[in-house]
């Protein structure tokens, strides 16, 4: 199994930049082989925002392209999120998933506000 534990979400000003950290646990994390990011926001369907798998490829949702990156610690079985020039469409609750061999594992998300 793999746990994943999403922290660093917050209140954010419009313009403002966050870092989101994803720790994946548990016997299966070696099974691993890409994380993502996903956001909701109310009323909308879950989206993704970005993966990266572990031969290094990374793909982005248009909105978020230049603004955003994620990178992963393999090594330490976490992934982040960095959000630079956000604005009050991108106020999300920011899920974290794990792809892995036999089955797919989300977080309990973490909320992004951006506001002034």
């Known amino acids: 199994q793999v746990h994943l534990e999403e922290s660093g979400g917050g209140l954010v000003q419009p313009g403002g930049s966050r870092t989101l950290s994803c720790a994946a646990s548990?016997?299966?994390?070696?099974?691993?082989?890409?994380m993502a990011w996903y956001r909701e926001a109310p009323g909308k369907m879950r989206e993704l925002v970005a993966q990266?798998?572990?031969?290094?490829?990374?793909k982005y949702a248009d909105s978020v392209k230049g603004r955003f990156t994620i990178s992963r610690d393999n090594a330490k079985n976490m992934a982040y999120l960095e959000m630079t020039s956000l604005q009050p469409e991108d106020t999300a609750v920011y899920y974290c998933?794990?792809?892995?061999?036999?089955?797919?594992?989300w977080g309990q998300g973490t909320q992004v506000t951006v506001s002034s």
């Open positions: 998933h794990a792809r892995a061999w036999y089955n797919d594992y």
């Open positions: 990266k798998h572990n031969d290094g490829n990374t």
């Open positions: 548990g016997g299966a994390t070696f099974t691993i082989y890409q």
